[in-house]
């Protein structure tokens, strides 16, 4: 039931930043988790990283951990995703997704239902 719009991707070199927001236009409560996920082609989307709304905690997979930052402004009902020392290899759409939250933590995309439209992350070598 929420809806989500992903911004600021783009084109950057191998080695650059860039920050990705996800805005919801309906509020989101602090029983909510919302995370981020990406898709290559040829590629099964994979979980990057959620945070939980209320507390907040944060969760990262391993191929961007220590690279990337996510985090929330909850005056603007907003998810950012910093991505630092950018990689080739990160190349492709980054979808953000929310989730209630009673206590588990979702990492796998199969549990999501509520979706952004994604925005095209291409970094160059």
């Known amino acids: 039931q929420v809806q989500l719009i992903e911004s600021g991707g783009g084109l950057v070199q191998a080695g650059g930043s860039l920050r990705l927001s996800c805005a919801a236009s309906?509020?989101?409560?602090?029983?909510?988790?919302m995370g981020w996920f990406r898709q290559a082609p040829g590629k099964e989307r994979e979980f990057v990283a959620v945070i939980t709304l209320g507390v907040p905690n944060t969760y990262y997979s391993d191929s961007v951990k220590g690279r990337f930052t996510i985090s929330r402004d909850s005056a603007k009902n907003t998810v950012f995703l910093q991505m630092n020392s950018l990689k080739p290899e990160d190349t492709a759409v980054y979808y953000c997704a929310a989730h209630v939250y009673a206590g588990v933590v979702y990492t796998s995309a199969e549990e999501y239902s509520d979706w952004g439209q994604g925005t095209q992350v291409t970094v160059s070598s």
């Open positions: 309906e509020h989101t409560f602090n029983n909510y988790l």
